[in-house]
Structures are given as structure tokens and as C-alpha cells.
């Protein structure tokens, strides 16, 4: 007995040492390998390791520290795994610059190339005489070929692309070049099909707005690139934007260094660190604590503290974030994945479907869920330009919150309700045999959600509309069986978009892909293909706003509101500009600099 | 013995692939790998969604893709994910050593305190001590871990908003500086969730030793010894500790493998990138590889650790065989 | 009062013959002039329980809250989804009977509370009895027949143990569209039989080579009579003890599915649900605070029973607990 506790203490402290050096191991270990087997960049902590604690020692040493709030899959923001915010904010922005820019006002500028135009027949790029790639130290011109590689590799059906939207109307196949700066290349013209259409794509400014460099890549699995780093194939960082990433550790973070070779406005801050700090309120709190010198978060009410801060500068605004509702028009045909129709076919009816619009209030939704944060936020009254952008034209406005007006809609079809608007009401309007009740539903655990829709149930029950709710796990939501079924009736979710109205094309045409509500009108169709493929800016315009008016009338979805977009800041780091669209705060870090 | 371990081991092969093929079956149905591109209108194409839809094996059944995750889990390792093509071995290993940090420190410290805590209960039984300790167990045994979590992350961060000093950060696994395992930054990040995680496997330890302790101590040996004359100090230290523990040494057992899958909540909400935090971003993205390799690691840890707490205790109790 | 003033509590010694304690010597207590009250196993179990304080304690606590629960129309002040978006977020107080404060969209959050009780409550009973249920039948089986039987059995419980609660749950959520309190409690049923199986199995194990199991087979009872009437009720003490702290275990294996949004979806409130959503709001810590301490009180309340249970029904029990 006695030796034998002995041995059971022995045995323990075995396996406690193991324990602690195992986990003293996998904490050395920080990036892993390469997949296509070159060997992994020096990792993150000892980068860290150097860089000064407190902003004024960053000043002096001339060094942002940048919190990013989610950890990535990988660096290639063209593929399906690794299409995300941070993969760009953290080094797509930074090192795969292309033709064309979006700024912060929405518009496309020259970036890589010195001129770029669209005809019918093609697109034809002039690239900057002094754009180079820096690869590991070496400088290589920046050339046709790269176009030509991108556009192969993302028009390839092999690839796991995420998106091929633009590049799909291109023709990988066929393009001409004068000498090495000067490429056209042209639209398809035939094997048409949805995925590969033929004809221009107005938002043309999009393609090659991300360049890969084909050298450095050659003879690399495009699938397989960049997991933990942008870099060549012999492991070296490469970039042909203002910075490149030298090393990234997963769960931990990225150190950008300047590129030397960069041809636009030379980066004034030598680097620039992304540190990872997954959860908001540590994030919020690093912010003012002064651990790290900007983020760029999720808008919520946790950021509250933040305005108030001596020394850091809250910036917000309206996102390219499409918050709305949309409307299951019972049975009606929608894209190839649609298979199923709403519980109750009175939406259908336009009718049913203003008095649902009539009887919400948004500007009360939006400032009981952004409280002190709300701003001038208000509610979107478009459903292809957002309230920023000049073409915007507030055509949903007819239905903003009047109760007494979807009352008496109601009362003008239906039977069995309430005569007044009534909070405590519990009549519930029958219609021509149908009760008037629908289901709701929304990403489960979201927060945000569950208060609208809370505050719009009650605001219905009032004029005699029953709300049920149907929530859904956001995985199961946007699966096969969530709203793509076409199995819902009211659904609350948002689209986040590059702000071009074009985007909403697959959503809003009769049997898109994307078109989950079966709304169908060939009048808003023509409208909006003309638009998709128009060239000449002020005739797009008409024909987008001609659609949106149209839509307007029957309310097929319902724009709520555009979610903030924060940018919070150290106020003597200057040059930081909140940009509305998905490319993020870093779209203009090259002109980021200490005062 | 060792035919009762060998037969033990080639019982749990059978439950182990079972166990595998259900939990495989049910991730694959928990979720769509696709949600996200469908709900994004530039990425919900026909062509894309049915290329990722063949690369991801979502045109087969399910047993063709349960059997294509076997081979990936032999020939790569653990595996590699279909959803971000990395491989899984190093994240989920790294995630282990994070949640072994925390598991290890609160059972040990809730060991130390729990054994001395039951051995104190039982031999001044009825004191205040005693009920002090027992109510103490009972509300610590009582109190829900994300409770608990919450309100200690709600203290100090109260105590820094008031005082600007911080003594335990309530989250994350390390602040500006990228800590090494035992550094004072680290161990001032995992306070709170080690503090957590200690005070219910304090309560069951205390509670465990206390009843186990008075059961030895009516014991007939007990007496014997006591009759013979011995100081009471040896007839505790050498007779009633030692067998008393070997229950509690067979419930620690469990308890560690049962832990190692992480806690869940107490991750999640001190945002530590351990076990418990890699399996729920991982399911919720529906990477059903990466969350079959946490699946698998556990299971196996909790029948590994079972078979250890069996062994052990036949192994320290002589009275105990097995055939 | 008609017992005699002093009545002998014998306790009942392990070995049960029908509930009723053998071996006692009537002779020499009945020569002393005093009275033998003869009780059956079940009497002796109840005062024993009836003498227990903290189980007391415990079964005042569970009345208080479950019966506010299941009264939840009557006792709650207002219903749990009215909203009032001009009382956001106020502190506890007396004014408006708003005794838990409100929530973020105004609703009095006591009510919230207090439903969320009567969802814990449901969910915890039905899953306490229908796992008590399942797990007797299976684990009287399982150890009545061994052989490959008990095998088969046991195996299937080992692998009920290495599933994984949360994934099981997500599966079937996913599938049956939804979180609705049925179909929690059906997977929480799913998981919970397994430690009654296994316990109620090791009794019939125990007890199958007994004497008097011979001798009923002897006289050509037949097996579900053996089972039911001779073996069973030796099993009925840990039973009820599993079941009642199994009422405890699944309200908070429901209340940590719902923390981590993954339970009973909204409308129903739940008190995990409502602890989670008080997690955005750290400063307003009576969204947080409230629904987990009526959670421990819970729990409190019914480990206090159980053990009172457990003291009263286990008949190796040598002190009685004063």
C-alpha cells in the first residue's frame, strides 16, 4: 500500500511534466508549415517580442499596432475557405493591389494601372511604368501576365473560388498585349451560360482589382497558396501594395513591414502590427487601455465607452451593410433552390405586405438597439443604392412606420381585427379564410435581431398581425434547408455588399441564384440587366433607380437600416479614413502617419 | 490484470468506430459547409456552389464521406479540412496545450484543497468547520460554471473600470505581449477561468473525501488500530488518509478526462483558444473534419481515463480484482 | 397519540424480504412491556426524511420556486414579452413592481424570470421521471438476463456516453427545424438514462442469485413477475435519489444548451437564455446576476432533497442524521 501510493504520486508527476513541456512545446510551434512544404516565416511572438508597449514608445519607433478582431484561414481572399474581412484587412489590401481602387466614397480610382477603359468589346488596362513586386527582397515589374494569371486562375472551374462575379464575363482565353504594360482583353462572346455569361459587366472597375503575381506563384496549386503567409513559392513575402506581411502566426497575429518598391504614395509608418483579440469586449478594452492604436470592430453598444475617451477618435459610418426583410411570396418560383413556399400565401398579396411595412418603426428599432451609438442613422429607403451613394433615391419611404395606414389596409380586406391600434390587442385579422399570422425568422443568438424583431411583433400584435417566432442557427440558416429553401415567410438578415448596385442583381431577378422570395416582375428584370451590363454611368443610374421605384411599389423586401461602420482610432495617428464597403479601413494605408 | 486491460481496449474499438461513424453522421446533418457562401449574393452561384459542393464530398453519402475522413485521419494526420485546407494537427494540438495549462492547474489545486478541506470535514465532524465546508461544497457544487464565469469577469472588470489597476484580465490568453506558459502575464490571464473551473471539482473532491473518510473511519480496521493504542495522528495519517483516497484518486481520473474535451462555456467566455473554443468556432463553421478530431480526442481521452480510474482503483485496493 | 411514548426504531438491516426487516427478536422487546410498532421499510425511510433539516430547507425552496413556476400566469406581473421602450434597462426597483429591473426592450424582468422558471421546471421534471423510467426497464433487463444480453447493453450505454451532447443536440435541432422545449427534453431523455441503467442494473446483478429469487423461480413465477415485484423495489432507493439530482442536472444541462443559444429558442424564455443575453450589458449586472442565482438556489434546493433521500432511503445507513 504504501508503495504502491508511491508510485500512483510518481506516475502523477510524470505526467504533469509531460504535460507542462508539451505545453511549452506547442506554444514554440507557432506557425506551421507551408503547405506547398517551404519552410514557415519567423513567427509572430518573436516579432512581438520587439515592438514597444505604450503608444508614445510606437510613435517614436514608428509602429501601429492594429486589433483585428477575428483570426483567418489564409491569405487568398479568392478562395471559398479564405474569403474573409481580416484576410484582407490583415494582407490583401496590403500586398495584392490592382487596376482599380474603391475609396471611401464608393469610387473606383486608378491604382496599379495609369489608365483602364471599357468598350463593348473588351477592357483595356496601361500599368504603371514603376509598379513592381517585391519578392523577398528582389524587384519584378509588374506585367500582363499577372492580369492574365488572375484571371485564369479565377475563371478556372477547378479553382475553389468564392466568387467569380465580373471575371466570369471575361474571356480567359483570348487577349492581346503590347509589350509588357499594356494588355486588352475582351468580353465573352460565346458558350454563355449563368455562370459564365457574355457581354460587359458594368462594375468592370472590379475586375482586376486584386492582382496575383504569377511569377512568384508559378507552378504553385492556387487552392493550396498563401495559408499562412503571402509569399512566393520559395516562402518569401511577396507584394506589389505598400506593405508586405513577413510574418504571421496563427491565433496570434501579422507584422506588415513598408515595401520598398511600392509606386504609389510612399508609406510613411515602417510597420505595422495586427494583433488578434477575439473577443469585443477585450478588444474595446485594449482600445482603452492603449494596448493597441486602432480597430475596426463589430457595431454594437459595447463601444459606448470608447466615444467618450480622451485621445481616440470614434469614427462611424452608414456600412455597405443591407439590413432588410424579405417576403415569401407563397409558391411563387424563386432561384434553382428554392423548393418550398411560405406558411401563408397572403403575402402574396402587396397589400399584406405594406401593412407589415407601415406597421414597423425603424428609427425606434434602430435607437433602441444602437442606443447613444445610433448617430445618424436611419432608416434605408432603397434596395439597390445605399443612402451615402448620389444615386440614392428614398422611393421606399411611402412606407415608413403609420399604423393607423396599415390598419386601415387591413381593415379594407380583412375581418376579425382590432378598430384602433391597440397594444394590448390580441385580435388577429382573418382574411378571406386566412388568419393573419406569419413566422419570423432570424440567425438565432444574434442579439441585435431578436430585439427588432421583438419590437416588430409587438408593434404587429397592435394592429392585429400575429408574429411567430422562428429563429435558426446561423449554419443551418444560410444552409439548404434555412431561407435558400425558400422555407420561410419573414425573414430578417443582411447582405453585406461592395456598394455597387449590380451586386443585388442575382437577388432581385425573376429565378436568380440568389432571388430566395420568388418576387418576379420582367419590367424590373429588363431594368435590371440593362443596368448589369451598361457602360455609360448616368444611364446605369436610370436604369437602377427605374427598378428600385418599381420595386417599391409591391415591397417584395423591406431595407430597414444600414449598420454603422466604426473605425476607432488614437488621435494622433492621422490619415486613417473609414471606408463604408467591405475593403476596410487599411484600403489607404499607405497614408497612415503619426503626427 | 493485464487481460482485464487488453479486453477492456478491444471492447472499446467497437463503441470508439460506432461512436465515430453517429457523431460523424449527426455533424454532417448539424450543418451546411456552404451557409456562408449561399448568403452572400456574389458568391451563390450554381457553378461555385456545385464545384465546392464535389470538393467537400456533399454529392456522395454519407458513408462514402465518413469513409473518405478515415483516410484523411490515418494517411494526414488528424486530418486535414476540407472547408480551409489546413491541416488539423497543429491547431487542435495547440488548442490542447492551452486547455492542459487550465485543466491541470484547477485539478490540482482543487485536489490539494479539496482532500485537505474533506480530511478536516470528517475528522472534526459536526463543527462549524464542517458545516461551513459543506455549505461551501454544496454552493459550489450547486453553481453553473457560465455563472460563475460571468459574474468573476463582471467583478474585475468592474475593479479595473473603478481603480485602473488590473489583477486578473478576464479574457484571452495573453494581452500585448505574447506570454510563454508560465509567465506572469499568462498566469494573471488564466486566473479566472482556472478559479472557475477548481471551485466545482473543489466542492465534488471535498464532498468525496469527507463521505469516504467517515466511511474508513467506522471502519473495523480503524478500531482495531484505535484499540491497539495508537496516537490518533498515525491512525489518520496512516491508516484512514491512504485508503480513503482511493476513491478520490479513481474520481479525479474521470473528472480529468472528462475536462480535457474544455470547458465549453468557461472558454467561451473568457475567450481562451483551447479545446473547448476550437470545437464550438469549428462546428459552427461546420468543418466537420476539424470537429471529428476533437470528437475523436475526446472520446478517447474519456475512455482512456476511464480505464485508468478502473485500473487504479484495483491496483490500490487489494480487496478489489479483477478477473 | 397512540403509539407508545417510546418506540424502538430497528433500522432495517440490508437484506429486504418484500420490504419488510427480518431477523428482528420480538420475544425480548415484547417481554420488557413495551410496544412494537411494526413499519414497513417506506414509513421508516419518510421519518427519517421528515427529520432531515437541510432537506427540509431544500424541499421549502423547491415548493417556493417550482410552485411560482407553475403559477407563472398568476404570480408573474406582468407577461414575459411586453415591451416598453420607454423603461430600457432600468436597475432593480420598486417602481412599476419591477423587482428584477428591465431588460433592453423594457420587459419587467421578474417575469422573465419567472417563466423561465416554469421552462426549467418542465424540463427538468419530465426529464428526471421519463430517464428514470427508460433507465429502470433498461438496466432490469440488462442485469436479469447477463450473458450477451447484459453485454449488448452495456456497450450501448458506453457509447451513449462518448456521444457528444452538443453536436446530438444541434443534429436534431437542425433536423426537427428548431428548439422547441420537446424537443430538448427528448435528447436531454436521450442522455440522461444511462447512470440510472447502469445502477439499477448492478442491483439486479447483485440480487438475481439471492435465495429468495430461487425460490420464486422455484415455485414457477415467471420472470417479469420475479422482476417487478421481488427485485424491483430494492432498486426504488437509489432510483429516486438519481432522479431527483437528475432534475438538477437537466435544468442545467437546458440552461447551459440555452447560454450558448444553442436550447430553447426564444419565445420561451429560459434562464439560460436570459443569463446569456445579459452578457452584452456587463454594467447592468441584474441581467446576468438574477436568473443564475434562482438557477443555484435551484440546484441547491434539490441536492438538499436528494441527499435527505439518499440518507433516509439508503439502508446501510448506521447514524441517522439529527
Known sequence: MHRRLWLLAGAAAAVLLLAASATAKTQATGSAAIADGTPAAAPFAQAWAQVPRTPAARRAANVVVFGAEQDIDGFNTQLSCCNEYWAAQMGGNETTRGAFELNNKGQWVLDVASAGSATSKGLTYTIKPNAYWYWGGKKIPVTYKDFVYTLQKIDDPNTNASQRTGYSNVDPTHFTHK?????????????????????????????????????????????????????????KPVSDGPYYVSNYTKGQGAVLKANPFFYGHKPAIGEIDFKIISDTNSEEEAMRGGEVDAISPTFGLYLAPLKSTP??????????????????????????????????????????????????????????????????????????????????????????????????????????????????????????????????????GNSVRATSEAIAKAEMKSIGIQVNDRPLPPNVIFGSSGLPSGDFDVAEFAEVTLGDPSDFYDSWRCQGAGNWTGFCSHKVDTLLKAGSGELNPAKRAADFQAADKLMSATVPVFPLYQRPNPLIYKSSLLGMVNNPSNVGPTWNIEFWHWK | MVSYITRRILYSIPVLV???????????????????????????????????????????????????????VFTQKLGVSLLTSQPIWPDITRALGHTLQIVLLAQVIALFLGVAVGIFSAIRQYSVFDYTFTTVSFLGYAMPTFWLALILQIIFVDIYLKWHVRIFYTSGLNSGVISSTWSLDRLQHIALPVITLTVVSFALYSR????????????????????????????????????????????????????????????????????????????????VYAVMAYLMIVAISVITFNLIADVLYGFLDPRIRYD | MTEPTTSIDVAPPAALVDGIPAGIQLDSIAAQGLELKARSQWSYARR????????????????????????????????????????????????????????????????????????????????????????????????????WVDNLMMRVTDLVLT????????????????????????????????????????????????????????????????????????????????????????????????????????????????????????????????????????????????????????????????
Open chain 1, 311 to 444: 485621445g481616440i477618435t470614434f469614427n462611424q459610418v452608414p456600412g455597405y451593410y443591407f439590413e432588410h426583410l424579405e417576403f415569401r411570396e407563397g409558391n411563387a418560383k424563386g432561384g434553382d433552390s428554392v423548393t418550398k413556399g411560405s406558411s401563408n400565401v397572403l403575402l402574396r398579396n402587396p397589400w399584406f405586405r405594406e401593412a407589415i411595412a407601415m406597421s414597423i418603426d425603424r428609427q425606434s428599432i434602430i435607437k433602441t438597439i444602437y442606443g447613444a451609438l445610433a448617430g445618424n442613422t436611419t432608416p434605408l429607403n432603397n434596395a439597390v443604392y445605399y443612402s451615402t451613394e448620389a444615386q440614392y433615391t428614398p422611393d421606399f419611404q411611402k412606407w415608413n412606420f403609420n399604423p393607423q395606414k396599415a390598419l386601415a389596409l387591413m381593415a379594407k380586406h380583412c375581418t376579425g381585427g382590432p378598430t384602433s391600434v391597440d397594444p394590448s390587442n390580441s385580435k388577429i385579422w382573418q382574411c378571406s379564410g386566412l388568419p393573419a399570422t406569419i413566422n419570423w425568422s432570424w440567425t438565432s
Open chain 3, 163 to 322: 456521444l457528444p451532447v452538443l453536436v446530438t443536440l444541434l443534429t436534431v435541432a437542425a433536423l426537427l427545424g428548431g428548439g422547441s422545449q420537446w424537443t430538448i427534453t427528448f435528447i436531454l431523455v436521450g442522455f440522461f438514462w444511462t447512470p440510472i441503467a447502469r445502477v439499477v442494473r448492478g442491483v439486479f446483478l447483485s440480487l438475481r442469485e439471492k435465495e429468495y429469487v430461487e425460490a420464486a423461480r422455484a415455485v414457477g413465477a415467471g420472470d417479469f413477475r420475479i422482476m417487478f415485484r421481488h427485485m424491483l423495489p430494492n432498486t426504488l432507493g437509489p432510483v429516486i435519489v438519481n432522479g431527483t439530482l437528475a432534475v438538477a442536472d437537466a435544468i442545467i444541462t437546458e440552461a447551459f444548451l440555452s447560454f450558448l443559444g444553442e436550447g430553447i429558442k426564444p419565445p420561451t424564455p429560459s434562464l439560460g437564455s436570459l443569463v446569456a443575453g445579459g452578457q452584452q450589458y456587463p454594467q447592468k449586472w441584474w441581467l446576468s446576476v438574477l436568473p443564475g442565482l434562482v438557477l443555484v438556489l435551484i440546484v441547491i434546493c434539490v441536492n438538499f432533497v436528494g441527499d435527505g433521500l439518499r440518507d433516509a432511503l439508503d439502508p446501510q445507513q448506521r447514524r441517522v442524521r439529527a
Open chain 3, 48 to 147: 427519517r426524511f421528515l427529520r432531515h433539516k437541510l432537506a427540509m430547507i431544500g424541499l421549502f425552496g423547491l415548493v417556493v420556486i417550482f410552485g411560482a413556476g407553475a403559477a407563472a400566469n398568476y404570480v408573474a406581473p406582468y407577461t414575459f414579452d411586453q415591451i416598453d421602450l420607454t423603461n430600457v434597462l432600468h436597475a432593480p426597483s420598486s417602481v412599476g413592481h419591477h423587482f428584477f429591473g428591465t431588460d433592453e426592450i423594457g420587459r419587467d424582468y421578474l417575469s422573465r424570470v419567472i417563466y423561465g422558471i416554469r421552462t426549467s421546471e418542465q424540463v427538468g421534471l419530465v426529464v428526471a421521471v421519463v430517464s428514470s423510467i427508460f433507465g429502470l426497464i433498461f438496466g432490469a433487463i440488462a442485469g436479469y438476463y447477463r450473458g
Open chain 1, 179 to 235: 509589350g509588357n504594360n499594356q494588355v486588352t482583353f475582351f468580353w465573352r462572346t460565346k458558350n454563355c451560360s449563368t455562370d459564365y455569361p457574355c457581354g460587359p459587366f458594368s462594375n468592370w472597375q472590379y475586375i482586376f482589382s486584386t492582382l496575383f503575381p504569377s511569377q512568384a506563384l508559378a507552378g504553385l496549386d492556387f487552392n493550396k497558396i498563401w495559408t499562412s503567409c503571402v509569399c512566393g513559392s520559395d516562402g
Open chain 2, 18 to 72: 460506432a461512436s465515430s461513424f453517429i457523431s460523424f453522421v449527426f455533424v454532417s446533418l448539424a450543418g451546411d459547409p456552404l451557409a456562408n457562401l449561399r448568403a452572400n449574393p456574389r458568391t451563390n452561384s450554381p457553378q461555385i456552389l456545385n464545384h465546392l459542393k464535389h470538393v467537400y464530398h456533399l454529392d456522395q453519402s454519407v458513408f462514402v464521406r465518413y469513409w473518405y475522413w478515415v483516410e484523411s
Open chain 2, 208 to 287: 468525496y473525501m469527507r463521505a469516504s473518510m467517515l466511511d474508513v473511519i467506522n471502519s473495523d480496521y480503524v478500531r482495531t488500530a484505535r484499540a491497539k493504542g495508537l496516537p490518533e495522528r498515525l491512525v489518520i495519517f496512516r491508516h484512514v488518509f491512504r485508503n480513503a483516497l482511493i476513491p478520490i484518486v479513481t474520481v479525479s481520473a474521470l473528472q480529468f478526462g472528462a475536462l480535457l474535451g474544455g470547458a465549453i462555456v468557461t472558454e467561451t467566455i473568457f475567450t481562451l483558444d483551447g479545446m473547448g473554443y476550437y470545437f464550438l468556432n469549428r462546428l459552427q463553421a461546420s468543418d
